[in-house]
C-alpha cells in the first residue's frame, strides 16, 4: 500500500514532468520505437522498457523474478507503483533527486546526442522474501519524441550486492562516441543521510557550503526565505552545532 507521504517523495507526475511531459498519455501508442524482445536481453539481473508516456513498463524480462522474486506479471499490471513500492524507503526521496540531475544533464544535451547518453545508478530494493538488494541501473533513452523528449528507456538492472559496501547512491554518465565507445562525461554521489537530515535538508547543507545565502537559496529550491531559515534551524538542531559553518563541518567529517 502506497502511502500519500511516499507519493509525497516521489510520484509518476514528478518524474512525467522531469522528463518534460506536462500530461501522461493514457492512450498513445509508440510502437516503432520499440525493439523486439529478443533484443533486449541480459546475462544476468533483468531488463526492462519504461514507457515515460504512460508511466508504465512495456516489457520486462522473465529473469526479474530469478532476482527479486516477482512475476514480470506483477510489474506489468502495477507498473510504476509497485516499482516504488519495493524501493528502500531511505532511498526513494535521494532517488527523485538522483532524476532531477539525470534530466537536467539530459535537457542541457543537445537533441540529437540525447540517444547516445548511458545514465548508470544505484539503490536498494526489496526482494519478495523481504530482504534489501543493491541494484545497479543502466539505461538510456533510445525512444525520443521530435523536440527530444523521452518516451521508452531501456534498463538493464543487476545484483552488485555483493560487492557494493555502503548505501551512497552515485550516479555515472557516459556518453556513446562515433568510435563506438562510452566515455564517462558526469558523475554525482548522494551520501547516505547522516544525523537524520532529510534530503532537503542536505541539499541547503550543501548550497550552504557554496557560500549561497539563505536568499539565494530560497531561489534555487523554489522556496520561502522563512522555510529556508526552518531548515537552517532543523539543521542546527539535529547535528548539535552552535552555527550553519560547524554543521558544514560536521557534515564533511561524516
Not at 550516479?171 to 562510452?182: D, F, K, N, P, V
Amino acid at each position: 500500500m502506497i502511502t500519500t507521504n511516499l507519493e509525497h517523495c516521489i510520484s509518476p507526475a514528478d518524474l512525467c514532468k522531469l522528463a518534460g511531459h506536462s500530461v501522461r498519455a493514457k492512450k498513445e501508442n509508440h510502437l516503432s520505437y520499440l525493439p523486439k524482445e529478443d533484443q533486449f536481453t541480459v546475462d544476468s539481473g533483468y531488463s526492462c522498457i519504461f514507457n515515460w508516456l504512460n508511466m508504465n513498463y512495456t516489457f520486462m524480462s522473465d529473469s526479474v523474478k530469478n532476482t527479486l522474486g516477482y512475476d514480470k506479471t506483477v510489474f506489468m499490471n502495477n507498473g510504476f507503483r509497485f516499482a516504488l513500492e519495493i524501493i528502500h524507503p531511505d532511498d526513494r526521496d535521494r532517488l527523485k533527486e538522483m532524476h532531477r540531475l539525470i534530466f537536467e544533464f539530459f535537457y542541457h544535451t543537445p537533441v540529437h546526442v540525447r540517444s547516445r547518453l548511458r545514465f548508470s545508478y544505484n539503490f536498494r530494493v526489496r526482494t519478495a522474501d523481504g530482504s534489501y538488494l543493491q541494484i545497479m541501473r543502466q539505461s538510456i533513452f533510445n525512444g525520443l519524441t521530435n523536440e527530444g523528449k523521452p518516451i521508452y528507456e531501456y534498463i538493464n538492472s543487476t545484483d552488485i550486492s555483493s560487492f557494493w559496501n555502503n548505501n551512497n547512491m552515485r550516479l555515472i554518465i557516459h556518453r556513446l562516441s562515433s568510435a563506438g565507445t562510452y566515455t564517462k562525461c558526469y558523475e554525482y554521489e548522494i551520501q547516505e543521510q547522516q544525523y537524520n537530515l532529510s534530503q532537503r535538508e542536505l541539499q541547503v547543507l550543501e548550497l550552504a557550503r557554496k557560500g549561497h545565502t539563505s536568499k539565494e537559496i530560497a531561489s534555487r529550491l523554489y522556496l520561502s526565505i522563512d522555510t529556508i531559515k526552518s531548515h537552517r534551524r532543523n539543521i542546527l538542531a539535529k547535528t548539535g552545532a552552535c552555527n550553519i559553518i560547524e554543521a558544514i563541518s560536521i557534515a564533511l567529517n561524516n
